[in-house]
């Protein structure tokens, strides 16, 4: 009876705690449905003590921990759960979601696979592989499963949003609308939608109708940070800067740990002359390992150049060295073949330095292949690269894969990269590998931080051999100086009077017609102060918009400076640009970033123009043309330097009088401004790397 009687008891209180467990089990359920995680998460850990071997509490904690983002403790959980049942497919695509967001993108797909092998057209499952590959920038993997999902879910509006997402990426456009007309569709509100038509809008050039999806997105999300990035680097694009700094603002209102939205912010301000000090300080601490952030935004504000270095590297890894790139192997070609790729084949300049040399080329021994990645417009320049080349393709129109097949198809030996990541880069292209040798040359002024790109063209005096160790990039040294130059172009001989550009004829004109951005406080004080120091004197700065002259006035005015002081050029015809030139006395460069294409005008112009050369490839520019001419005394190496030599200039007429004679003697001797020359080594340096690779 005892023993029966126990059993009894023993049994009744075994139902009794069923009961309570169960109960317990549907108020945790219950609490976490209605998203009160924490009081959900004590009643799962409590159930855990009573049912350790239960996979349902451990999912159930993995979810939430998932949730409130604490991936560490979401893998643990779901890990737990899924040795208790490894075919709960929720359960692994969770950990794979965990496991994701964790940063393991491998360990992802792996567990991703994983539950596909239980379900394999599950739409879940296939959507967050496409998720994978895509925060991965595979692109080609992520397309391949979103369709996949799409095929199993037809009305699935995340994977045909994130469809098109990847198809603008790679430059599908035709394809995106598509896919994106589906998921306008089945949800026309939809704030990510209606921005990713702004995305699309932007990628086809119609930047009014772009704004107005990003409105129209903004307008039903208002707190969305990415929309109102996207609309500030649009409204930055169109030149409307005061636009451009509210929504980049707001985005930071909005998530004030933003670093992409402050250092838009300190580039959109530096362009119209707004020297934002905090936001700058801020630019300086971004950790070089955070968010990948295009390194050429840097340049104004960075002058270490192993910092540089990192960013580059940071960036490519994350966005592009993922891509698969192939060893492509010599063709044997009769000549050899190069391929130049560029979104600026008209009126830029870059072209206004290249254009003579595309000319130059021995026909006779190099093939010329050109690859246009923009149709923005046919001007002369356009024209004459058309002319020179052997084959010019637009590829404008077609997509990263489409683009690397055709140029790889086209059997080139050398590919030559003019683009670096400025504006419209392909970088793309390159990391898939299109040329059994790639060079970056002359239109990003720094190293790309890559793997795929074999060489930089350089001189002694732009990368001396101690800064090598910042460029990715094996360096080829060109015998005089990097920067090529179109001998063509020179003064007309026509001498405009200063009244034309409203310049006092009494004066000392001091002139920099270097882009807004490059202009810091650094030099803006310095000149400032030889304006303060030197009477007779006065300044002449290129502003392209009203913006920069209302800000550089106010500066002024705050050290002390009148305003008839400061005088202000447009933008004129090349031609026009040139010869103005003799209107100055004095050109003063600016420090970080020098004068490039800027540099050539001044000095092939007579002018005498004065940099400060630090340690970047940026802050070396100019100095690599007066080394070239054999003007070092045009050379600072210091601040103080820069303005003695200024002030010397400006108040010793003899001198500067001598100044001027020797930059003249040394333009007709110079092979600065020979472009045979020049061509002929540069074809030397491509024939140099065919045989080191050989």
């Known amino acids: 009876m005892t023993e029966h009687s126990g059993d009894h008891t023993k049994a009744s209180f075994s139902r009794k705690n069923k009961i309570n467990i169960n109960l317990l089990s549907k108020k945790a359920v219950k609490l976490m449905l209605n998203r009160e995680f924490e009081s959900a998460k004590t009643l799962f850990l409590k159930l855990i003590e009573f049912e350790s071997k239960n996979e349902n509490n451990y999912a159930h904690l993995g979810w939430i921990f998932l949730i409130q983002k604490n991936y560490d403790q979401s893998i643990l959980m779901l890990e737990k759960s899924v040795d208790i049942n490894p075919t709960n497919v929720d359960t692994l695509n969770n950990l794979g979601i965990a496991y994701q967001n964790n940063g393991a993108i491998n360990k992802s797909v792996q567990i991703l696979n994983q539950a596909l092998q239980y379900q394999p057209n599950h739409p879940k499952?296939?959507?967050?592989?496409?998720?994978?590959?895509?925060?991965?920038?595979?692109?080609?993997?992520?397309?391949?499963?979103?369709?996949?999902?799409?095929?199993?879910?037809?009305?699935?509006?995340?994977?045909?949003?994130?469809?098109?997402?990847?198809?603008?990426?790679?430059?599908?456009?035709?394809?995106?609308?598509?896919?994106?007309?589906?998921?306008?569709?089945?949800?026309?509100?939809?704030?990510?939608?209606?921005?990713?038509?702004?995305?699309?809008?932007?990628?086809?050039?119609?930047?009014?109708?772009?704004?107005?999806?990003?409105?129209?997105?903004?307008?039903?999300?208002?707190?969305?940070?990415?929309?109102?990035?996207?609309?500030?680097?649009?409204?930055?694009?169109?030149?409307?800067?005061?636009?451009?700094?509210?929504?980049?603002?707001?985005?930071?209102?909005?998530?004030?740990?933003?670093?992409?939205?402050?250092?838009?912010?300190?580039?959109?301000?530096?362009?119209?002359?707004?020297?934002?000090?905090?936001?700058?300080?801020?630019?300086?601490?971004?950790?070089?390992?955070?968010?990948?952030?295009?390194?050429?935004?840097?340049?104004?504000?960075?002058?270490?150049?192993?910092?540089?270095?990192?960013?580059?590297?940071?960036?490519?890894?994350?966005?592009?060295?993922?891509?698969?790139?192939?060893?492509?192997?010599?063709?044997?070609?009769?000549?050899?073949?190069?391929?130049?790729?560029?979104?600026?084949?008209?009126?830029?300049?870059?072209?206004?330095?290249?254009?003579?040399?595309?000319?130059?080329?021995?026909?006779t021994k190099f093939e010329i292949y050109t690859y246009s990645l923009r149709d923005i417009r046919t001007d002369s320049y356009t024209k004459r690269v058309i002319k020179i080349s052997d084959r010019y393709n637009d590829i404008s129109a077609l997509d990263d894969i489409e683009s690397s097949n055709l140029a790889r198809g086209d059997s080139l030996d050398l590919a030559i990269d003019l683009m670096g990541y400025t504006q419209e880069h392909r970088m793309p292209i390159f990391s898939s590998r299109v040329a059994p040798v790639q060079i970056s040359?002359?239109?990003?002024?720094?190293?790309?931080?890559?793997?795929?790109?074999?060489?930089?063209?350089?001189?002694?005096?732009?990368?001396?051999?101690?800064?090598?160790?910042?460029?990715?990039?094996q360096?080829?040294?060109?015998?005089?100086?990097?920067?090529?130059?179109?001998?063509?172009v020179k003064p007309s001989g026509f001498v405009p009077i200063r009244s034309k550009y409203g310049l006092p004829n009494d004066k000392f004109v001091f002139a920099c017609f270097n882009a807004s951005y490059k202009i810091s406080k650094r030099e803006f004080d310095v000149w400032l102060k030889l304006l303060f120091n030197i009477d007779n004197s006065v300044i002449w700065i290129l502003a392209t918009n009203l913006a920069v002259k209302k800000n550089l006035l106010k500066e002024a005015q705050l050290r002390g400076i009148s305003s008839n002081r400061l005088f202000f050029a447009e933008r004129v015809p090349s031609q026009e640009h040139m010869n103005r030139h003799s209107c100055a006395n004095l050109f003063l460069d600016t420090f970080s970033y020098n004068a490039g294409a800027t540099a050539f005008f001044s000095l092939r112009s007579g002018l005498p123009l004065l940099t400060l050369s630090g340690e970047t490839y940026t802050s070396r520019m100019a100095g690599s043309l007066l080394n070239t001419l054999g003007m070092e005394e045009l050379i600072a190496c210091s601040v103080d330097e820069y303005f003695c030599k200024a002030y010397r200039l400006a108040t010793d007429?003899?001198?500067?009088?001598?100044?001027?004679?020797?930059?003249?003697?040394?333009?007709?001797?110079?092979?600065?401004f020979d472009s045979i020359k020049y061509t002929r080594d540069l074809e030397e340096l491509y024939r140099s790397t065919i045989k080191t690779s050989d």
């Open 125 to 363: 499952i296939l959507y967050n592989i496409a998720n994978t590959f895509r925060i991965s920038r595979k692109y080609t993997d992520s397309i391949k499963y979103y369709k996949l999902a799409i095929y199993n879910q037809p009305d699935y509006p995340k994977a045909l949003l994130n469809l098109s997402i990847c198809l603008i990426e790679i430059n599908r456009i035709h394809e995106a609308n598509y896919y994106l007309t589906k998921a306008y569709n089945l949800n026309p509100t939809s704030s990510d939608v209606l921005s990713c038509y702004g995305n699309l809008y932007f990628k086809r050039k119609n930047i009014t109708k772009a704004i107005e999806f990003f409105i129209k997105s903004l307008e039903v999300d208002s707190s969305n940070k990415d929309t109102c990035i996207n609309l500030a680097s649009l409204y930055n694009y169109k030149g409307e800067y005061n636009n451009a700094i509210r929504y980049y603002k707001k985005a930071i209102k909005l998530d004030p740990k933003c670093s992409l939205s402050k250092l838009s912010l300190a580039n959109v301000e530096r362009t119209i002359c707004i020297w934002n000090t905090e936001i700058q300080q801020q630019i300086s601490d971004i950790p070089i390992k955070a968010l990948p952030l295009d390194p050429f935004l840097f340049y104004p504000f960075e002058t270490d150049p192993s910092i540089l270095l990192s960013r580059a590297q940071n960036y490519y890894s994350n966005r592009f060295s993922n891509k698969s790139t192939t060893n492509v192997p010599f063709t044997n070609n009769s000549k050899i073949r190069i391929g130049y790729f560029s979104a600026n084949f008209y009126d830029h300049p870059v072209m206004h330095l290249l254009c003579q040399v595309l000319e130059l080329h021995d026909k």
């Open 441 to 473: 040359f002359l239109g990003y002024p720094g190293t790309s931080g890559s793997e795929c790109m074999d060489y930089l063209i350089a001189d002694n005096y732009l990368i001396p051999d101690e800064f090598q160790k910042f460029y990715s990039e």
């Open 475 to 488: 360096i080829l040294y060109m015998p005089d100086c990097y920067q090529c130059n179109d001998s063509s």
């Open 653 to 672: 007429h003899k001198y500067l009088a001598n100044v001027k004679i020797k930059l003249k003697i040394a333009i007709q001797k110079s092979s600065l």
